[in-house]
């Protein structure tokens, strides 16, 4: 029997509504599942439920006749995220996918980061989960987001709005970035009946394209003719100054984080070697539509 029935936590955020279109593209019945108080509508879905997100008894009652429940909740913490798993066990669900969607959590260097704490105690309760024979789960992962305020912000990469560009670690190191669509076509992917065994309890990372802040750089050096300043700097000194920062109780810098989570090759934010595209039929964007699509972005 083909199990089509989703519950979407999330369903309305930026994250959760390509889900939500790639889910129903796909054939998939989908349950928006909201906040009791959320003003927010979920058009899309074929049904929307607004419940009390704290009450493992008002979600079960949720997930009642769904197959599968996907969470795509910003900043999840185990001691929230539970409510819906222990629910979702409740009601017979079959499968789990936790809003995880991080770079890459299998390197061992990058499980030291406090950016992934959180995600890594919810990766640990789901697995126990699956060995336990609760239920099932999959996570999708997807490097850093695809978007416009990501690469052309100066945060990485070319700042279009200063005409400057920062480098790390001379700017060639590459990481896997995905587009919001793309991650949305993962999940719906792994959710399909040919994919279901070989998805079983296990992480899965797919990407849009690999790249690198040299090459964002060049793509748009190209596409709007800007001639980038360009600013070297260590990973090593961004990465002992945020937990400097952290240490003393400044949060300030905690973003920076990301930066060896994306751009060291100890954390091994190139994942092509586990990706699983060519598994699931999901193609790698040639540098003519990665170029297609920055010409789309608004400047930040």
Request: charged share 25%; aromatic share 8%; proline share 4%.
């Amino acid at each position: 029997m083909s199990l089509r029935n989703v519950a979407l936590l999330g369903a309305t955020g930026t994250l959760g509504s390509k889900i939500l279109t790639a889910l129903n593209r796909a054939g998939f019945n989908v349950t928006a599942i909201q906040r009791k108080e959320s003003t927010k509508s979920a058009p899309n879905a074929a049904k929307s439920l607004k419940v009390d997100l704290n009450s493992s008894s008002d979600l079960a009652s949720a997930f009642m006749g769904q197959d599968f429940v996907v969470a795509a909740t910003p900043n999840p913490r185990l001691a929230t995220e539970k409510f819906w798993m222990e629910a979702a066990i409740q009601a017979g669900v079959k499968r789990i996918i936790p809003s995880e969607f991080s770079t890459n959590l299998e390197a061992k260097a990058s499980q030291s980061l406090p950016i992934v704490k959180d995600k890594l105690e919810i990766r640990k309760y789901v697995e126990e989960l699956g060995a336990s024979g609760k239920i099932e789960w999959t996570s999708v992962n997807n490097g850093p987001f695809c978007v416009g305020f990501l690469w052309t912000s100066g945060f990485v990469g070319p700042n279009l709005k200063n005409q400057t560009t920062t480098f790390h670690d001379g700017g060639n190191n590459i990481v896997c970035t995905s587009t919001l669509e793309r991650i949305g076509e993962s999940v719906a992917k792994v959710l399909a009946t040919e994919h279901l065994e070989s998805t079983k309890n296990k992480p899965v990372y797919t990407y849009s394209a690999a790249v690198s802040e040299r090459k964002m750089t060049d793509v748009f050096a190209k596409i709007k003719g800007i001639t980038f300043e360009e600013t070297e700097v260590s990973i090593e000194s961004v990465t002992k100054a945020a937990f400097e920062a952290l240490e003393k109780g400044d949060m300030s810098k905690f973003m920076d984080f990301y930066i060896p989570f994306c751009f060291d090759p100890e954390y091994h934010g190139d994942f092509r070697d586990i990706a699983w595209n060519d598994k699931l039929g999901l193609p790698v964007m040639t540098d003519e539509e990665l170029e297609e699509l920055a010409r789309g972005w608004t400047v930040v």
